[in-house]
């Protein structure tokens, strides 16, 4: 480990001779005035014009993430703001939710067998709203149980007998709902009369249609889902062939609604709700959270329930936050390989921006480690391939896109490297992608490789969401 930091501090010192130097020769060589004094003064007046776009991103991503001004009517409390009642109906056990009667008996029974023994906060907050049938704007951190919380609530609320879709379950990507899915069923593994679709592009559409209770070509299935999880371009479809199978939709969730309430997206759920009657129970789930989706979320939303996190708070605490400088982009690769033959992890996932560097990373590290890159280029099934092929542990590095970056829950994930910073345009990207490890009450630690010229970035990050990034030292890769 010590080489490393060696390397990290040579390169540091190296760099400032080299900058001291040239500034001298230029004054020097210049006599101190005439030309070299214009030179100076252009420099200082780039200098500024930094620091001003910094601080002008520093502001932005401020008032992006002040969403705490868009909420309504929210009580303090420890490190959330919620609306009232959520403190007054929580609950701190699963066989007390759900009304006078309880949760379904089978449905506890595969609460247990999925291994929760009791409610996480967000579930204790969550599930009594939803199962009252109100609209929620509901965050929480990563690993925190928002999954269980919307999908336990959507088990109990639908109609065994009735014969029809009942709640829908969005997700921004195929990968977030094949994991949805699979939690589903885990939960609903006692109660033999539901049924899921797995409605997302890429997959046999006519089949989702039959699975809904369409019929295609003179045929359908005896008995429809009741339940669908979906991407929004493959539901759009089916909703503009086959209306009418949406008419018992009762309950809306959408997941990661940060992503799936802006861009493109946007316009995708506005036709999703134009389908829907106008009663449909909506309920917003994220991680993060900005200004613009807390405004928008108050507008298609009926008298919400509201959980936020305060921003301060959006990492959780058992996540180690660090970095390492390095001074050129070219020299990432000599210090991860370094880094990697001194920290004993399992797995670990190394985040990148493009997919030419995660094809080039793959080149030098996969002559050492068992390698697997994933990225939005592949076809879904490579992808869940490759997911599957990590999560049984025979790879020890996944090299991944932002397309990994939220929901993924890989149980022995204990390391996430950023090899690239997110952009400074989409710096939420940072929660989620340390939010893979760290999960559920386990720790965590994140290393960013930082170029000088991405310090302006961390920085906003560290400020933004108030999370203290600390050079990386021996002592944290011990805790591993």
Do not use: W
Request: with cysteine.
């Amino acid at each position: 480990m010590s080489s490393f930091n060696n390397q990290n501090n040579g390169l540091n010192n190296t760099n400032n001779r080299y900058r001291n130097n040239r500034y001298n020769d230029n004054y020097e060589r210049r006599g101190g005035n005439g030309n070299g004094d214009r030179d100076n003064r252009t420099r200082f007046r780039n200098f500024r014009r930094n620091d001003d776009r910094n601080q002008k991103s520093q502001q932005e991503n401020e008032e992006k993430f002040n969403y705490a001004r868009a909420a309504k009517e929210l009580m303090d409390r420890d490190d959330i703001m919620c609306t009232e009642e959520v403190i007054s109906n929580a609950c701190d056990k699963f066989e007390n939710m759900g009304g006078e009667d309880g949760l379904k008996e089978d449905l506890l029974l595969g609460i247990v067998a999925l291994g929760y023994l009791e409610p996480s906060r967000i579930q204790s907050y969550a599930i009594p709203q939803i199962v009252k049938r109100r609209d929620i704007l509901a965050q929480s951190q990563s690993g925190t149980g928002k999954t269980g919380a919307f999908l336990i609530s959507a088990l109990e609320i639908i109609d065994p007998d009735l014969n029809a879709p009942q709640v829908i379950i969005l997700s921004p990507t195929s990968e977030l709902a094949t994991q949805t899915l699979v939690v589903g069923k885990s939960l609903a593994i006692r109660m033999e009369d539901v049924k899921f679709s797995y409605t997302v592009g890429g997959t046999d559409a006519v089949k989702n249609i039959r699975e809904l209770g369409g019929v295609h070509q003179g045929k359908a299935d005896e008995k429809a889902a009741q339940i669908i999880i979906a991407t929004p371009g493959r539901l759009i479809h089916i909703m503009n062939e086959y209306p009418h199978l949406f008419q018992h939709i009762k309950l809306l969730v959408v997941d990661e609604c940060d992503e799936l309430l802006t861009g493109s997206f946007k316009d995708e759920i506005k036709k999703i709700l134009e389908g829907l009657s106008n009663n449909v129970q909506i309920c917003l789930f994220s991680a993060t959270l900005n200004n613009d989706v807390v405004v928008l979320a108050n507008v298609i939303l009926n008298n919400p329930v509201q959980i936020l996190i305060k921003k301060e708070k959006m990492t959780l605490d058992g996540i180690r936050q660090t970095y390492v400088e390095v001074q050129h982009q070219d020299d990432k690769l000599k210090l991860l390989i370094e880094m990697l033959q001194t920290i004993q992890v399992p797995q670990f996932i190394v985040y990148v921006n493009t997919k030419k560097n995660a094809e080039t990373l793959k080149l030098f590290l996969e002559k050492d480690y068992s390698v697997l890159t994933i990225n939005s280029g592949m076809s879904k099934y490579d992808r869940a391939d490759i997911i599957r092929k990590f999560k049984q542990g025979g790879y020890k590095c996944l090299i991944s896109t932002d397309l990994l970056s939220r929901g993924i829950d890989i149980q022995q994930l204990s390391l996430v490297i950023n090899y690239d910073l997110p952009r400074s345009n989409n710096i939420e990207c940072y929660i989620h992608r340390i939010g893979r490890t760290g999960r559920y009450g386990k720790s965590g630690l994140s290393i960013n490789l930082v170029t000088k010229y991405e310090k302006d970035t961390q920085n906003i990050i560290s400020l933004t969401f108030k999370c203290p990034i600390q050079p990386l030292d021996q002592d944290l890769i011990k805790d591993l």
